[in-house]
Nanobody, 122 residues
Framework: QVQLVESGGGLVQAGGSLRLSCAASGLSFSRYAMGWFRQAPGKEREFVSAITWSSTTGYAEFVQGRFTISRDNAKKTVYLQMNSLKPEDTAVYYC????????????????WGQGTQVTVSS
């Protein structure tokens, strides 16, 4: 049984930082590309960042230079370091896994976590 468990969300002031973690179990983690998506109230889930099994990374334009994705295959964990947070970053952040090389589309991902809430106050 595959499980992805996110942690690290919370309430932070604008300009602050948070580090999200996603711990995976039940899959050959090093063979999967991992992604982060987010969904704000009343909006569709959107791509934030992804990292291939070999640690090639990609980002949505709106987080370029502020967020950094990384992975630790030994710990089966993917991270999202979020700096210079803005109120518009407020959303539930989801971790996802795909056995494809890389993906920015929601449908590419096979497994999903339950999400962690990030709230940025102004």
């Amino acid at each position: 049984q595959v499980q992805l468990v996110e942690s690290g969300g919370g309430l932070v002031q604008a300009g602050g930082s948070l580090r999200l973690s996603c711990a995976a179990s039940g899959l050959s983690f090093s063979r999967y590309a991992m992604g982060w998506f987010r969904q704000a109230p009343g909006k569709e889930r959107e791509f934030v960042s992804a990292i291939t099994w070999s640690s090639t990374t990609g980002y949505a334009e709106f987080v370029q230079g502020r967020f950094t994705i990384s992975r630790d295959n030994a710990k089966k964990t993917v991270y999202l370091q979020m700096n210079s947070l803005k109120p518009e970053d407020t959303a539930v952040y989801y971790c996802a896994a795909t056995d494809r090389q890389y993906g920015t589309d929601y449908g590419t991902y096979k497994y999903w976590g339950q999400g962690t809430q990030v709230t940025v106050s102004s």
